[in-house]
């Protein structure tokens, strides 16, 4: 399973470092994707994706103020979170995947449960 933790409350402008950890299958040999979804929304295309050959990369409105990183002695997959604006907020959820391909066509083998992020003032 993944579970996502490290959500809370953080002003406009703030950070936060999201942690997605696996336990039960070594998330080293999977392509793990961050997704969001905002209030009253759908679950929004993928921010950011981690490959398993170390290839990472964030998309769209995640680009320059986020970043995904892993710690594979630990199971873990980071989302850093920098310049939060209020449409950040939202539930954020990690997804484990074969490839890239399968995180951005919603092809997963594991998804976490989400953890929140309210961006407010």
């Keep these: ?3 996502e933790s490290g959500g809370g409350l953080v002003q ?3 950070s936060l470092r999201l942690s ?3 336990s039960g299958f070594t998330l080293e040999h999977f ?6 979804q905002a209030p009253g929304k759908e679950r929004e295309g993928v921010l950011c994706i981690s490959m398993s050959n170390g290839s990472d990369d964030c998309l769209d409105s995640a680009k320059g103020r986020f970043t995904i990183f892993r710690d594979n002695a630990k199971n873990t997959v980071y989302l850093q979170m920098t310049s939060l604006e209020f449409e950040d907020t939202g539930v954020y959820y990690c997804a484990a995947g074969e490839a890239r391909y399968s995180i951005v066509h919603g092809i997963h083998d594991y998804r976490g ?3 929140q992020v309210t961006v407010s003032s």
């Design 1 to 3: 399973q993944l579970v």
């Design 12 to 14: 406009p402008g703030g």
């Design 20 to 22: 997605c950890t696996a």
């Design 31 to 36: 392509a793990i994707g961050w997704f969001r």
């Design 113 to 115: 449960q989400g953890t």
